[in-house]
Structures are given as structure tokens and as C-alpha cells.
T-cell receptor
Framework: NAGVTQTPKFRILKIGQSMTLQCTQDMNHNYMYWYRQDPGMGLKLIYYSVGAGITDKGEVPNGYNVSRSTTEDFPLRLELAAPSQTSVYFC????????????FGPGTRLTVL | AQSVTQPDIHITVSEGASLELRCNYSYGATPYLFWYVQSPGQGLQLLLKYFSGDTLVQGIKGFEAEFKRSQSSFNLRKPSVHWSDAAEYFCAVGAASGNTPLVFGKGTRLSVIA
């Protein structure tokens, strides 16, 4: 089992560019999550999904979009990158909801200049 | 809705000394509680979790945590810290219903000095 994988590991974007952060899990988990982590601010939930075709907003969804067409994949889309989106992004998955352990990917470090 | 507070932003301990990281939660029912560790440049890894039963739970890497309902706390402890324990530690609380995501604290950064 690879667990949760994320690509790319690092990326530099220019303001206004778009990109998709990829996340895949091979544990057949129903729930998947996207977080951003800024220094001293902990983890902030961007979006989550309870199953294929179902997504919901988290605490900080503005500027991001998600889709979940399969159980395995949960890509995060940045449409018009802004410097405020400079952060480390983590994808996670869990078998069930908030009373279940989450498994985290290694993260994507994104810089917007 | 549940919430978590980790009162200490940064703690420094000497190698071999004992460690206690504080976590306070707010939730109306019995919570599901977790401690995660994040080594530099890595994702989060589960240290231990509490769902029910014995209020003292053992985790990996020699860590333990004690659930105290009366104090709404779930503090993480280790009797003797190793230099490799230097990392960021996150407490998280989940609802018994499971229909909302875990809520994470802001984390406590642990530094270990010789």
C-alpha cells in the first residue's frame, strides 16, 4: 500500500496561473480531505468529500475547487493563484468520518509569486 | 461543534527529561481524541487515539495520553524525550457521530536540547 500520495512535491506559480494538486489513496477510503498549513496556524480544512460525487466546503474554500469522480482521487484546483495561497497543502483520507483516524500524504509546498 | 485548544505554541525540553503537551477540547458528548506528530517536511502521523474505555492510552514511540473528562483534557506525555522527538504535535477531536471532519488544534512545536 502506498497510502496517500500527492503530486507535485513542490511548485512555484505566478500570480493568476492555475494548477491542480493531485491526491490519490489506495486504501479504499470513503472520506478524503484537503488542508492547508501555514506557519503557526495549524491545519485549515479547505474541502472534503464523503464519497465519489460528493464534496463539501471546509473552513477556507475560497479560491479553490475540488471534484471526486472516483474513490481513489481527490484533486484540488487553484484557478487564479494569489500570493495568499502560498502554503503547504496536505491531502488526507479516512475510512469513515470524523471519528476515524485520518491518513496524511507527504504534502505539496506551493509558492505563488 | 467541537473545538480544540493547544495552549503551548512552543516547548523546549532537555533530552532525557519528561514531556507533557497540553490539549483541551470542547464537545458536548464523549469525544474521539487523537494526537498526531509531524516531523519537519513530513505529513502527519498518528501517535495514539482515544475512543472509549481505559482513559490512559498508549501510542507509538513511547507516548501516552490521558483522557480527563472533568478537565476536558487529553494531555500527551512521554517519560524520557529523545532528540528525534523534536517535531510539531497536533491534538484533534472528532464527533461520535462521525458526520463532521476532525477538528485540529494549532499545534505545539517541540524542541529538544542536549
Amino acid at each position: 500500500n502506498a497510502g496517500v500520495t500527492q503530486t507535485p512535491k513542490f511548485r512555484i506559480l505566478k500570480i493568476g496561473q492555475s494548477m491542480t494538486l493531485q491526491c490519490t489513496q489506495d486504501m479504499n477510503h470513503n472520506y478524503m480531505y484537503w488542508y492547508r498549513q501555514d506557519p503557526g496556524m495549524g491545519l485549515k480544512l479547505i474541502y472534503y468529500s464523503v464519497g465519489a460525487g460528493i464534496t463539501d466546503k471546509g473552513e477556507v474554500p475560497n479560491g479553490y475547487n475540488v471534484s471526486r469522480s472516483t474513490t481513489e482521487d481527490f484533486p484540488l484546483r487553484l484557478e487564479l493563484a494569489a500570493p495568499s495561497q502560498t502554503s503547504v497543502y496536505f491531502c488526507a483520507s479516512s475510512y469513515a468520518g470524523g471519528n476515524n483516524e485520518q491518513f496524511f500524504g507527504p504534502g505539496t509546498r506551493l509558492t505563488v509569486l | 461543534a467541537q473545538s480544540v485548544t493547544q495552549p503551548d505554541i512552543h516547548i523546549t525540553v532537555s533530552e532525557g527529561a519528561s514531556l507533557e503537551l497540553r490539549c483541551n477540547y470542547s464537545y458536548g458528548a464523549t469525544p474521539y481524541l487523537f494526537w498526531y506528530v509531524q516531523s519537519p517536511g513530513q505529513g502527519l502521523q498518528l501517535l495514539l487515539k482515544y475512543f472509549s474505555g481505559d482513559t490512559l492510552v498508549q501510542g507509538i514511540k513511547g507516548f501516552e495520553a490521558e483522557f480527563k473528562r472533568s478537565q476536558s483534557s487529553f494531555n500527551l506525555r512521554k517519560p524520557s524525550v529523545h532528540w528525534s522527538d523534536a517535531a510539531e504535535y497536533f491534538c484533534a477531536v472528532g464527533a461520535a457521530s462521525g458526520n463532521t471532519p476532525l477538528v485540529f488544534g494549532k499545534g505545539t512545536r517541540l524542541s529538544v536540547i542536549a
